[in-house]
């Protein structure tokens, strides 16, 4: 299915007065503070998001996975699902492939297919965490750090696959998430398996295009329970430096220990230019990737200050950085869910807009801590979304995307078109 | 296959010399300072875990699983695997259901078979954490605590099955751990879906046989990560003193947040007399159910020492209790990591045992602090494991079961007799 | 220094316009969503937190403190101090004495004072966590849990001392917070410690007048580093039960190991009619005791949806709860500090009374998560601010207190008034 | 006082057949297994570890201390302790300073006397976390992190005059360990705190004599709560890069988030020759500077191995390491815990020395993770305490240090010395 501009606007029109009643309202009232707002939706309309190819489909856990019906069974179907998502909050113009869950099998029709939606091919993702049917060797033990050379060469040789079909399609950079670890001590050799990682990233690094970038993920655990050989920021920026400038760290927020400060990590490598992407999603334990913004949106509005000071005082020279939603959909439509993340991520993204840095540094400068926490709560508890959906609507969106969903009841036509039993590739 | 007598003691012959040598000289240092040595050996002797029915395949996460080969594909292998786990360390009595995983097909067969290999029935486990083909309400919203009566009744109705199941194999008590709860905020009333649950349990235990147990388990978060209906040792706590006096509260090692002081839970709940049993495992994380005793071998020792002198001093009058090893198995055969978890889970006992309470107390009297935590590593730095091998020994057990595991290649033998492509049921 | 009502209207008369346009606006959205806005607004001012005594001083760490200047050095400027804050609020009216830091020398001199502030005397607290000069007995081992039943007998004493001195000042419950634990394994024994302690907290218990309550606290570490007497709520609720039907358990937000869900914790409480109080405080590590809202606003925000339907639909016959924020101002002025977390609470507050509960619960009952989450965050994301405004305007506080405080440096004034040196008693 | 080897060997008189006894059946039980004992016994003589002069008074929270008598009031008293549980144990043999709270007055007096003991000057502490009288600046917002640049220049002042000091002592190296933090959000600018951090540190690591090294601890939170300038070691591992070549990192192991995999992060360091210092101690929740090896044994074998298996493959040509103990001594006496944590320590070296590494590093080129735990376990397990006793008894000190405070009563003799209100300064 397709949703036209015609149809986005008839579902807006009685909802459009209230909407401008309130942006209005807001307006005034922020530019009266001295906020820019109208340079601010601007921005707003701007970002845009990639959608993981895999993540239209329901997700599980160990213990099992409820299928939700009219899942897509194939790429296009895919990139139908994330056009849909994508006309009606115009936030999610791009998708993010997943090797070889998604490898297309003629390139120009997908290509033709993506641009139709207005969508972009953002990063491409490895897999070097599943055995493939008919792959040689296994990653039990490992991908990238395997202690056997021949199958770290496959490996290696997997990623320069996706980095070919990345080019194919127009992606200009490449993610490496590394499940490699150890379940148990003694299990590696720390030293040598880190060393081995190097170089295997080393030697896709050195594959890449010039102007392709290579984020390297990290995460402390999961699926290893002992120890995992990008463990954390420090490691990835280590292999990082050693890969080259175009090497970057990518920050996924589920992949941190209990109450680390993220945004201070964020700051950390955007001081260093090292900053590559950002995998969004939330969680309360673990690497729960539930929807963005659903458990902690605090943190996540302290993450977008600093990445909106960062760039706006980039001395470091960090590139643009590439942002794409990580999440998994037990228990809730995976396209309402998006709609939830991408709502969340602009929110705080305007959030952060109408700080006034400047004010924030002068209470810094005095150490007055009141007064900057009284800056970011202002910005924080000001409903900024009338800015979010004016931007929406600016760009040809809906004003309530999930109310949309469910006017057409969007996934019984998925059902309709594409029968109950579907199953998506992906986790 | 099966493991004979004769068989262990042909192995056993070249290893018992240095055996005698170091049980003798630990005997006599032992002796020396009052340790009751014999009673202690025969007290290990005694000590037998439930293996559950589930856990001789290869474990997996939500990112994948590596299969082995030569798993069992039915309930008769899994009982041979017991057995042969049994026949080498003897301290693998019984064995514990899952159904539907496990659900006997020829009942007297199955009894049969686990006598040959003397292996007694333990708790039998319900499964409403997933769904079954054919079943008519799913459980993805919850089981017992579900909003629909008719969910809970079917759930109701397997845990009834279950018992059924249970009682013509002569077990005595039903495990029942729910994965019921909620991935985000505002999906669950929590007070509703704990009085729901509530009402479900008592049901099911007023459907026990009067010499039947239930065991309740509690687990803060997975595969529901934002809340477990059933999060902690109060929850179920609450539940079992609701349902009744045959109610217990069990205590899963992994099931905890972040530094919880495991070993005061259950000291707590013996102090109370609600303490049923007990699942074993370790974990670094969260519900890693890796190997007992491989990552924090001396708080399996502190809780040991509260189960010891709890049991020891047991005016709550608290049942004896029912042990399980509740381990999945990603990277190594299962059969060896079992085989870890009960020497680990015996080392544990036997320097629980040695310990002098007497003289504990007579420290804490003081508030020798000082004393009391020289007594407790006195009896955990001793080397022990000539008793629990000694145990072994004179149970016909293996004095190195896992060097006879790869003496005769157990593995091999098992792919054999099975093929490379067979995938037990379970996690 | 006191502040009148004409000086608090005086400067509340520039801003008067803004917030009256604010409010109108916002109550229109709301009403045409069918929320009873006059009814909110009553219910946020008639929403009272106590402050404890000890807050108005400078917090220090074991590290160190560094002082502000002007502290109150007496339970008189304690009480002025208290009475500034809820001049200024409106939403501080009660004072939370910890004994012996204020023990009141002439009471009557006292209430006149507090009752001039217009501030009642809410629960009293114990101190049996550190030694006071001219104590027989040092409570290093513990106090209510300790081995020696003298010093058991000296810290029950206290209690009651308390209690004489509480009701003589019209306070109507007790709340006792024990550091008793262990610092290392074995130094305790659990079951006996827990004993001791249920028996010294019934004599407390039955020495209270039958119109008075005992609040439990728990916490799971600090200062004790292994174990608590009391670790969570389970062990509170087990004693509350064990004391009587008076005896109820008290939350404090900083009390609970990593990832702990409250939220649930709070609504099990309430479901049993056994929740009595709660300390406000925000954390992002330990029990941090910073600025509450801080951290996790949105937490908060799901505490008060359970508090504010457990209380509209409470079946259990719990009591009206206890307020007190718990917080310590390391870096910021403690006057300052205090407005930001009453502030918050009304805000949180405010946000889970324009929550419609009814909506919520057709949600949950078709296990619509999307849209319970919606509902959450429409109330959560609406800018609530002029509702707490408001409420503090019809009291007569000022519409923006801290700027209050600044444009008439009220820590100036009290360092003129005191001088730099004062040390206020408390941590 | 003083103790003698004369008086020592006294003492161990009638305990010197059972150990030996033990010593030659472990000897020849480990040699069978082809162990290098007498080797290693000589590495576990060498191994020494320093006392920090703060520890030897009683420790305590925010709230509160708890005094042990007979505390030494001076410098030359600690040194006398240290000298003391030198005596004793013959590991202890150097003493790290902090200053302020240990500025020698007589430098010739005060090495002549540790001199005498047989002690060394360790590294020296920096302390700008707390205030000292006669301050010009405040460190309550900061030292080296300042947005003041004569505090910043105060601090690196403080610093330098600390090398002076430790440059007459015969010390080699400076520890910085940093309290710059914030306490809530907002009220740093992580980047520019960071850079200023940066600068301050290559001013003193400029001002460091040719011969001398930094080593910069990092330590995620507490005093400050809501981030710290070091937070980890990524970032600890920035600035010793940016400093020079003589920069390196600490690790302390308190110093962590819950559930990190500290040896990795050892092995991490030691792959880049970056890996300065340790300071040991044990924790069950945060910092909590409880006795080494009395919560988690395992993890510090772990550790253990990390470091003796990196220092025998040193490719990056990492320096020796700086030992320390880190410990607050709350509740048991600081002589007798300083002992247990030195004991703790030794057996977790000895452990680490009996592993075959070989057969360790041919296990993991198997992937053989059944075979490397049982390497590592059959390490652990082994009573290796006869080692540790042995060369205990070589180098002159007592088989049973402990037995030996309380058979004369050491806490007795030093209050009667000094009597019982004498407080140390520190923590």
Redesign the interface.
Known sequence: MQITRAEVNRFNQDKTKNHKD?FE?LKK?LVNKGVAVEAIVQQIQDFQVAIPSWALGA??????R?SIGGEPSNLEEKIDDVGLIHALTQSAGAISLHIPWDIPGDTEAIMQRAKEHGLLFDAVNSNT???QTNQTY????GSLCH?DPAVRAQAVQHNKDVIDIGVKLGSKSLTVWL?DG??????????QA??RTQGSLQEIYEYMPADWSLFIEYK????N???TVI?????S??LANACGERAYCLVDLGHH?????I??IV??L???GKLGGFHFND????D?D??V??????QLF?IFN?LVA?MADNQANNPPLAWMIDA?H????PI??LI?SLEAIR?AYAQALVIDQAQ??A???K?D??L??????EA????L?PLVREARLRAGGALDP?GYCRAIDIRKVLIEERGLETVATG?
């Open positions: 309130q309202f009232q997700g599980g856990t160990r213990f099992g409820f965490f599943q055995d296994s990653y039990k033990f202690v499940a150890s379940v148990f001590p003694g299990q590696l050799n720390f030293q880190l060393a402390p655990y999961e699926p329970f002992y120890s463990q954390d920021w420090g490691t920026h280590l220990l209990p109450n680390t400060n945004e201070q700051a950390t955007l001081w260093r969680s309360k334990y673990g729960d539930v929807t913004g659903s458990i902690k949106p605090y302290l600093e960062g998994s037990n228990v809730k439509d309402e869910d939830q929110l924030l540094e209470a810094r400068d150490n801590v009141t900057a926490q009284e800056i970011l709560q924080y508890r000001t409903d979304r999930i986790l």
